[in-house]
């Protein structure tokens, strides 16, 4: 077997490839199927990213463990059309949770915005958990044609981004166009793609006392209201689906920061956090504590990403309503 466990460049690049592949079948699943069927559509978007995903690893990294969202057991009875076979499983939690390197993903993240026709806000996540630390990460935005990725820094021994948030480890990030744009599609129907690769650096506000906030389009935090009357600036609340999409708006400046709380899993933040921490942002619990995964459960109900310089602003504010969070 070849020594893949120490080439980080590898890891970086096959989370990107295998996150915008992932993103082409899901276009082309949305092509056959087309938008009168939801839930078909919903169902066989989760099911064929995730068993494409689930190959590629067993034979690119086969001494890895994987947690994905579809490979639950609570998803094992799920069938995708034209298939009798239930969802390839996730490594067995007690080898996951012993395992020193766990990829884990969410093959159709923002699932209700896949099934929309014209929505762009979904993702593929694809990340790589080292026992410490988010060791690589990618993020594919199918319909916007751009896939956003922790790389290798370059130079390559350029000294590592330190700060509040904090590059780790002397990761890099870049946002990477794909070429996958949704056909007929303008400029402006998939917003910032960008028209070739270039390193990502999360973008200060843009705006002087104002931060616009992605929030959840269906399951918006109601305690942000209540933050946006005690905190020394505007909050601007934007709606967006799909975490992926919400924290890749962050590192493309389209929105300053993203609040969550309520509820959601490992493999709802892990690849976005990946590229988030390596684009010098933070990305933390609401409570300001460091995001953990690979653990026995994978609930992880909240987290926060902006820019380090409005980090103490939203945790002060956040902390003065810890009352009335949802943090179960
Ligand atoms: N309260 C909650 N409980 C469980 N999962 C939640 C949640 N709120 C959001 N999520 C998950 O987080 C992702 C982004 O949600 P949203 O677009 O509402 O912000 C979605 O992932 P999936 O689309 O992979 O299911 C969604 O299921
Ligand atoms: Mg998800």
Same mark, same amino acid.
Request: glycine share 10%; charged share 20%; with cysteine.
């Given at each position: 077997?070849?020594?893949?466990?120490?080439?980080?460049?590898?890891d970086?690049?096959?989370?990107?490839?295998?996150?915008?592949?992932? %993103?082409?079948?899901?276009?082309?699943?949305?092509?056959?199927?087309g938008?009168?069927?939801?839930r078909?559509?919903?169902?066989?978007?989760?099911?064929?990213?995730?068993?494409?995903?689930?190959? *590629?690893?067993?034979?690119?990294?086969?001494?890895?463990?994987?947690?994905?969202?579809?490979?639950?057991?609570?998803?094992?009875?799920?069938?995708?059309?034209?298939?009798?076979?239930?969802?390839?499983?996730?490594? @067995?939690?007690?080898?996951?949770?012993?395992?020193?390197?766990?990829?884990?993903?969410?093959?159709?993240? %923002?699932?209700?915005e896949?099934?929309?026709?014209?929505r762009?806000?979904?993702?593929?996540?694809?990340?790589?958990?080292?026992?410490?630390?988010? @060791?690589?990460?990618?993020?594919?935005?199918?319909?916007r044609?751009?896939?956003?990725?922790?790389?290798?820094?370059?130079?390559?021994?350029?000294?590592?981004h330190?700060?509040?948030?904090?590059?780790?480890?002397?990761?890099?990030?870049?946002v990477?166009?794909?070429?996958?744009?949704?056909?007929?599609?303008?400029?402006?129907?998939? %917003?910032?793609?960008?028209?070739?690769?270039?390193?990502?650096?999360?973008?200060?506000?843009?705006?002087?006392?104002?931060?616009?906030? @992605?929030?959840?389009?269906?399951?918006?935090?109601?305690?942000?209201?209540?933050?946006?009357?005690?905190?020394?600036?505007?909050?601007?609340?934007?709606?967006?689906?799909?975490?992926?999409?919400?924290?890749?708006?962050?590192?493309?400046?389209?929105?300053?920061?993203?609040?969550? *709380?309520?509820?959601?899993?490992?493999?709802?933040?892990?690849?976005?956090?990946?590229? @988030?921490?390596?684009? %010098?942002?933070?990305?933390?619990?609401?409570?300001?504590?460091?995001?953990?995964?690979?653990?026995?459960?994978?609930?992880?109900?909240?987290?926060?990403?902006?820019?380090?310089?409005?980090?103490?602003?939203?945790?002060?504010?956040?902390?003065?309503?810890?009352?009335?969070?949802?943090?179960?």
């Amino acid at each position: 077997m070849t020594d893949l466990g120490t080439d980080r460049t590898a890891d970086h690049e096959l989370a990107a490839e295998l996150a915008t592949e992932a %993103g082409r079948l899901l276009l082309g699943v949305r092509d056959e199927l087309g938008f009168d069927d939801a839930r078909t559509l919903k169902d066989t978007g989760d099911l064929r990213a995730h068993e494409y995903l689930m190959a *590629a690893l067993a034979e690119r990294r086969p001494g890895d463990a994987v947690l994905s969202e579809e490979g639950r057991a609570s998803v094992a009875g799920k069938r995708s059309a034209g298939s009798s076979a239930a969802p390839t499983a996730n490594t @067995a939690a007690g080898d996951r949770l012993a395992a020193p390197r766990v990829w884990i993903i969410d093959p159709l993240d %923002g699932t209700r915005e896949f099934s929309e026709e014209g929505r762009l806000d979904w993702a593929v996540h694809v990340a790589l958990w080292t026992g410490d630390r988010l @060791a690589a990460g990618a993020v594919a935005l199918p319909a916007r044609g751009i896939t956003l990725t922790t790389t290798t820094p370059h130079p390559p021994n350029a000294p590592a981004h330190t700060g509040e948030g904090g590059r780790t480890g002397g990761v890099a990030a870049a946002v990477v166009p794909t070429g996958l744009a949704a056909s007929g599609w303008t400029a402006e129907t998939v %917003g910032t793609a960008c028209a070739e690769a270039r390193e990502l650096a999360v973008p200060e506000p843009a705006e002087p006392g104002r931060l616009r906030i @992605a929030v959840s389009r269906t399951r918006p935090p109601a305690f942000l209201e209540d933050l946006a009357k005690r905190v020394p600036v505007e909050l601007d609340l934007v709606p967006i689906g799909s975490a992926g999409a919400k924290i890749s708006a962050v590192l493309l400046g389209e929105v300053d920061g993203y609040v969550h *709380a309520g509820g959601q899993y490992e493999w709802d933040s892990a690849a976005p956090a990946a590229v @988030a921490l390596a684009a %010098g942002a933070t990305a933390s619990r609401l409570d300001g504590s460091p995001l953990v995964y690979n653990r026995a459960d994978p609930w992880l109900p909240d987290i926060l990403v902006c820019h380090p310089g409005s980090t103490s602003t939203l945790l002060t504010g956040i902390r003065d309503l810890s009352d009335i969070v949802p943090n179960s």
